[in-house]
């Protein structure tokens, strides 16, 4: 590890009381050892009743990934809680517990409320049986909600994470969803040395365990501590990271990890200091300690940086600039400290003064001229947010908005940018299409239910339309005859409607592994015939109505063939019928209308009742309501392609055309429109 020590001014003014910044900056060497240190992983999975479905499921996912990226030198534990706590598995090694591990965690199923503190130190017990000078020990928990049962006092739980660091063991966390204390998951993993995490989607737990281990696999020095010894009377010095204070001005800085540096930025007050110009004064020195892992486990190491400046008049002072990577770094820390403030701001409803100590800090660190990505790209977050708390308030400000921000200056208060990034990215890559700005909440809306209408949130996931009524996950299929569920029904604008358990012998579990993700119901043409459906894919919203709703023109009248819906297509300047079939992921041509267009390679989807398989897929126009349309299209393996002309019909238009434009579908009317 290369230390180094800085000044943002080399000297203070004659007979003056001033403040200079301290810069100490820990920088990873690169790697000489020819392995890792083996891991002693203690992993605490939530399983209370609100991790149910999709949740739980990822959850169990990504931990059979973790067990199997580990090496088999590397001990493993199993804990889960509810509102009791199960020891699955004591410490393991990999090598030889994988298999026990694996069913240990396929048995693991959802109930019951949270018993957080419970779970976590049993976690923690079965790590401490593991302990070795050779080993680095962690625990991982995960959890959707609030600790509800036994302990939930927050000073009480530091404690416990307390005295697992004092035994060698750091402690890191993740939050799954809206529901979980995101500022006791911060705390807990800043007392444990360890980093915090923010999943908005469940299917994220994978990505973050590996990249979990990553940080674990790199470690170059662990259990950073920096104190600052005053060789002066009369000084303050107060740090502007948030690292936790273990005595008077000395900070834990915790573990280096992977290729950045890990700074801390101090702010020493110093007293009116007389002498001659040019005179040095030797302000104290930096003392570091850490630990260095060798051959055989741990030894600890120390270092000390003395620390002096020089006296000059206020003429000189005035001509000298302040150091910019000093600058820099304090500049990065006042904005993840400002948007903590915000946050609490915006949490007692002041949303105007929220908006305005954004606003203020942004222009005071625009001014600096600083030219630098990474700040810049702290500020237009801020500037984002600040606009969204003045003209949204309450209606930007939710829990995942809040959990984006406390998760987010956490990051920046320990100068963790590289994750930060990765949690941007991560929330991107899941929003439903794409639809996440950094800064917000993803703009899906939340359900808006009247007795006569409802509007729910609905996206694509792998090319199928998904919408989301209470607790359900369902595909939307105007291409099923009949819908079905994982129940016994399906409840619609205060309507319960019986469904069937599967559909052409396919069940909910078979179209979850075909889909690709959590799915609870189908909704098929039998229940959507019910109403007056709209899909517009870009605000992310399906509504249903019994009332009616209109038809923005042209309106095309519909056909059907046992309530699947049947529209007339143009292809090749003849009138074609077509099946529409918003669960279709790809559209399709029957074979002699697919001669002569353009190929472009093969993709998969499925049918029920015939499963999945591969087709080949190119594009052509088509015309659908007067508009020209160049479409992707695939065709049909010979047997469903048959199936096509049963019903006098040429092609399906799949879930493409709802990207294309806004549906309104009302079957009982026989008409829709594409808008």
Known sequence: MKTEAKLDYLAVPNGEASTVRLLVRLTPEPATRAKRVPLNIALVLDRSASMHGEKLRCVKEAARELIGSLADEDTVSLTAYHDEVEALVAPQKVGEGRQM??????????????????????????????????????????????????????????????????????????????????????????????????????????????????????IDVRDIRVRFVPATDGLAVEQLNTY??????????????????????????????????????????????????TGDGFERCSSSIPVSLALATRAEIDRTRADREVTLEAAYLIAARVTAEAMHLADAGEFDKADELLVSCVRRLDTQGLADDQLNTQLERMRERARRLREERAGFYGPLARKEMCTESEYGTKGLFVKSTLMHERAARYAPRGDYRPGGASAAPTAVVTAERAVYPCYLVNGHILTEIGDGRLLVDTGATASMSDGESIELLGHVHRTTTSYMGTTISDIEHLVGTRITALLGADLLGNYDVRIDLDKGELELSEAVLALPPPVIRVEDFQGVPIVPVGVDGRDERFFFDTAAKLSYLDATLAAGWTPIGSDTDFFPGFGEFTAETGTKQIEVAGRALVVRFATLPPLLEASLGLAGVRGILGSALSEESVVTLSLRRRSVSFG
């Open 101 to 218: 591990l694996g069913s240990a965690i396929a048995g693991i199923e959802a109930g019951g409320t949270t018993a957080l503190c419970a779970g976590f130190t049993q976690g923690g017990d079965l790590a401490a049986t593991a302990i070795a000078e050779d080993r680095l020990s962690r625990i991982l928990l995960l959890t959707d909600g609030l600790a509800n049962v036994g302990i939930t006092d927050p000073d009480r739980i530091a404690v416990v994470v307390d005295q697992f660091m004092g035994q060698g063991i750091g402690t890191s966390t993740i939050g799954v969803g809206e529901a979980y204390n995101e500022a006791l998951l911060a705390r807990m993993a800043e007392r444990g040395g360890g980093s915090t995490y923010f999943l908005r989607s469940p299917a994220e737990a994978a990505e973050v365990f590996a990249e979990e281990l990553r940080d674990l696999s790199s």
């Open 244 to 293: 936790v204070t273990t005595e008077r001005w000395q900070w834990r800085v915790g573990d280096l990890f992977g290729a950045a540096p890990r700074c801390l930025v101090v702010e020493i007050r110093v007293p009116p200091l007389e002498g001659q110009a040019g005179t040095a004064v030797a302000l104290g020195s930096v003392e570091i300690s850490f630990s260095r892992p």
